[in-house]
């Protein structure tokens, strides 16, 4: 039961952290200056003409 205590410890505090600092940096990944045009031209891929299967 030890490991299991040990387990829960890290999960409640630790790794809620990481996962908090995970999201918070995907987040200003995603709207960081400079990213627009980037996301706008991606969208406009599927109205592009092209070949079609």
């Known amino acids: 039961m030890e490991l299991y205590n040990l387990l829960r410890e890290f999960a ?3 790794a809620l952290l990481v996962m908090f600092g995970f999201f ?18 991606i969208a406009k891929i599927p109205l592009q003409n092209g070949s079609e299967d």
């Not at 940096?25 to 627009?36: Q, T």
């Open 12 to 14: 409640d505090s630790w």
């Open 24 to 41: 918070a940096c995907a987040i200003l990944f995603a709207f960081r200056p400079g990213s627009k045009a980037i996301y706008d031209e």
